[in-house]
């Protein structure tokens, strides 16, 4: 049986034609699934009912289950899935006032085997498909209270530029008008630093937003908080950001998590001012969640407020994450490590 949310609008036309069904009709069926949200072919209600059997009968909606949920006391839910292969990821639904963004997982574990998450603890088990990419989505809709997904974020489980294809092939569908609307720039694809991918993305058209993550300013340190600095050291990592905004013109975020006794000293702020400047781009930092599997912890309050202030005072557009869900293990990863010790 055939994934649905394999194909796009053009494609469910091509197949209903073949059927000798009227091509208008995949928008019906676009329309139930992507904005109605429904999860069964039964539930269609304007379509005839020998369609919808045909339907069920070639296709599915969902391939993954939703094994657990759980909420922070901030509003932050996270979303436990099983794939039909037995791995599990997460996605996390995090409201604030103006926006819902979704994160959402492009890998089941992965082989980038930064220190500090959770998520490259148990090693890489697969990519995730277009289709099971789109479905987290899915299930971050249906369980939004009804408020709309305004914004997603691809810094769930994975590296999304190790999955290219399939993420670029899941945005362009998760973009469109017939499925979630959800505009380009408001989407947003964090990578570790998968150097040589960067040219063929700014080449895309896709008017995406990059977010890097840097978490160091040094290729000493940046090498034992992320192993992949071994291969792309930061001048390399710096010059491909230079050419994807010299070629898109878009400014990139550059992530920078705050480890307590590791990163967040001065003398780190002032070596990052230092290979950021003439860039257009903007630091987001984000003090750690605590994990007590890796050892990590947050810097205190005013540790972090001196590096965000250091960072400004040298003229580099910088913002300050608030921690989100730490009463239900946030960080990427982390709700899977757990199950999956058990
Ligand atoms: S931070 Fe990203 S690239 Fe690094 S181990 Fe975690 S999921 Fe992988």
Redesign the pocket.
């Known amino acids: 049986m055939k994934d649905i949310k394999e194909l796009d609008l053009k494609g469910l036309e091509g197949i209903f034609t073949k059927w000798g069904e009227h091509p208008f009709r995949a928008r019906q069926v676009f329309s139930w699934i992507y904005k109605k949200g429904a999860l069964d072919f039964g539930e269609m209600s304007d379509l005839p009912s020998d369609l919808r059997g045909k339907l069920k009968e070639n296709f599915c909606i969902l391939s993954s289950k939703l094994v657990k949920k759980v909420k922070s006391s901030d509003g932050t839910e996270k979303l436990l899935l099983e794939l039909k292969d037995g791995n599990f990821i997460e996605a996390v639904i995090i409201p604030t006032e103006k926006r819902i963004t979704g994160c959402i997982s492009t890998q089941a574990g992965?082989k980038?085997?930064?220190s500090f998450?959770a998520?490259?603890v148990l090693g890489f088990k697969r990519n995730l498909s277009s289709q099971e990419i789109i479905e987290e989505v899915l299930y971050l809709k249906n369980n939004s209270q009804g408020r709309k997904l305004t914004h997603l974020v691809f810094m769930g489980?994975?590296?999304p530029l190790d999955n290219y294809d399939n993420v670029i092939k899941a945005i362009r569908i998760i973009n469109s008008p017939a499925t979630f609307n959800i505009g380009a720039r408001r989407i947003t694809i964090s990578t570790?630093g998968v150097v040589p991918v960067f040219k063929k993305l700014s080449e895309e058209g896709l008017q995406v937003e990059l977010s890097v993550?840097l978490h160091a300013a040094d290729d000493k340190a940046r090498s034992s908080l992320?192993p992949i600095n071994r291969i792309y050291p930061l001048k390399d990592l710096i010059s491909a950001c230079r050419e994807y905004i010299n070629q898109t013109n878009r400014q990139i975020t550059f992530e920078y998590i705050l480890i307590k006794d590791v990163n967040s000293g001065l003398q780190n702020a002032l070596k990052l001012s230092k290979i950021l400047r003439g860039l257009n781009c903007k630091v987001n930092l984000i003090p750690s969640n605590a994990v007590k599997e890796l050892g990590i912890q947050p810097p205190a309050k005013p540790e972090i407020l001196s590096f965000r202030d250091y960072l400004e005072k040298a003229g580099i557009n910088t913002t300050l994450r608030r921690p989100r869900g730490e009463d239900i293990e946030a960080a990427?990863?982390q709700l899977r490590l757990k199950h999956e010790k058990k």
């Open positions: 992965c980038f085997a930064c998450c998520s490259g489980i994975g590296e570790s993550s992320m990427c990863g």
